[in-house]
Nanobody, 120 residues
Framework: QVQLVESGGGLVQPGGSLRLSCAAS????????MGWYRQAPEKQRELVAT???????NYADSVKGRFTISRDNAKNTVYLQMNSLKPEDTAVYYC??????????????WGQGTQVTVSS
């Protein structure tokens, strides 16, 4: 069994910063691509950023230059540093990971989501 546990969401003023963390635990052999997605009210879930095991990154155009994704493979953890936050960044942020389990099953896991609210 594998779990992804997110932390770091909250309320921040426009222009502020937040750092999200997501730690994977359980029956893990290795973790391939990890990423962050978000879903605003009445909108579809969208990609924010991804990072491969080798630290190659990909970002949505809307967050380029403001958000930075990184990972610590030793800790099975992915981070999202969010700077210059805007009200339109308000959403529930979900962690995602492509994991090979110890019985060599390749599965995609999601975290429970963490709320980010950008408002004055």
């Amino acid at each position: 069994q594998v779990q992804l546990v997110e932390s770091g969401g909250g309320l921040v003023q426009p222009g502020g910063s937040l750092r999200l963390s997501c730690a994977a635990s359980g029956s893990i052999f290795n973790i391939n691509t990890m990423g962050w997605y978000r879903q605003a009210p009445e909108k579809q879930r969208e990609l924010v950023a991804t990072v491969t095991r080798g630290s190659s990154t990909n970002y949505a155009d809307s967050v380029k230059g403001r958000f930075t994704i990184s990972r610590d493979n030793a800790k099975n953890t992915v981070y999202l540093q969010m700077n210059s936050l805007k009200p339109e960044d308000t959403a529930v942020y979900y962690c995602n990971a492509a994991i090979t389990t110890r019985n060599l099953a390749r599965l995609t896991y999601w975290g429970q989501g963490t709320q980010v609210t950008v408002s004055s």
